[in-house]
């Protein structure tokens, strides 16, 4: 069975800063997606970044760029010049190509950005 | 169009009552899951619905959950006899197959509380 570990419940960060938040999986699949998703306090999950388990190249989105790191099976956010607006619980989310695709997620990341 | 709408937004029942909470998944999308959010924890998966395909109910905790989806669009999640432990968001999202990307789109969630 896959698992996925965030192992930073909260995190903070000042205005502008960068952050990186980690995540951690398992699994004896090849062929897979990952995912980070942001849950802002009004609860609406949004999807942030994904990416390709047969992809090399790291997935970015405007300020938001992965590191992934097949081998290891890390999957990390960053979040550069971070905005008051990027306050939220993020949940890092493993799907299994194939059958349900339904996501196997952690248990999240509580970021802070203060002004 | 619009996007995954959920009712009721807020639930407070008695323990023993039945429930029953409403997912409208964006229209055309062919995929529709259930998952339950419990304070501190991550998502957890309850059920997925595929077209006209048998759903995956591998993650319903007991025999007193049960969802049904009518005509392929709105869904139902059944909770009887609520006990405490129940209480938690329950989260609908729905995707369509046709997005190779296998983006979830949630839905704000139905706050239960069981007293």
């Known amino acids: 069975a896959q698992t996925v570990t965030q192992s930073q419940p909260e995190m903070s960060v000042q205005e502008a800063e960068t952050v990186t938040l980690s995540c951690t999986y398992d699994?004896?699949?090849?062929?897979?997606?990952l995912f980070w998703y942001k849950q802002p306090p009004s609860r609406q999950m949004i999807l942030v970044i994904r990416?390709?388990?047969?992809?090399?190249q790291n997935a970015t989105e405007n300020r938001f760029s992965v590191n992934f790191q097949k081998a290891a099976k890390s999957f990390s956010l960053k979040i550069s010049d971070s905005q008051l607006g990027d306050t939220a619980m993020y949940f890092c989310?493993?799907?299994?190509?194939?059958?349900?695709?339904?996501?196997?997620f952690g248990t999240g990341t509580r970021l802070k950005v203060l002004a | 169009g619009a996007g995954v709408s959920q009712s009721p937004s807020n639930k407070v029942t008695e323990k023993g009552k039945d429930v029953e909470l409403r997912c409208d998944p964006i229209?055309?999308?062919?995929?529709l899951y259930w998952y339950r959010q419990s304070l501190g924890q991550g998502l957890e998966f309850l059920i997925y619905?595929?077209?006209?395909?048998?759903?995956?109910k591998s993650g319903l905790p007991s025999d007193r959950f049960s969802a049904e989806r009518t005509g392929g669009s709105v869904s139902t999640l059944t909770i009887q006899r609520t006990q405490q432990e129940d209480s938690a968001v329950y989260l609908c999202?729905?995707?369509?197959?046709?997005?190779?990307?296998?983006?979830?789109?949630f839905g704000p969630g139905t706050r239960l509380t069981v007293t």
């Open positions: 999202a729905s995707s369509s197959r046709d997005q190779l990307a296998y983006e979830q789109y």
């Open positions: 699994t004896s699949e090849s062929n897979y997606y």
């Open positions: 990416q390709e388990a047969y992809k090399q």
């Open positions: 989310a493993f799907m299994k190509f194939g059958g349900t695709y339904k996501y196997i």
């Open positions: 229209s055309g999308h062919t995929a």
């Open positions: 619905f595929q077209g006209n395909s048998a759903p995956d």
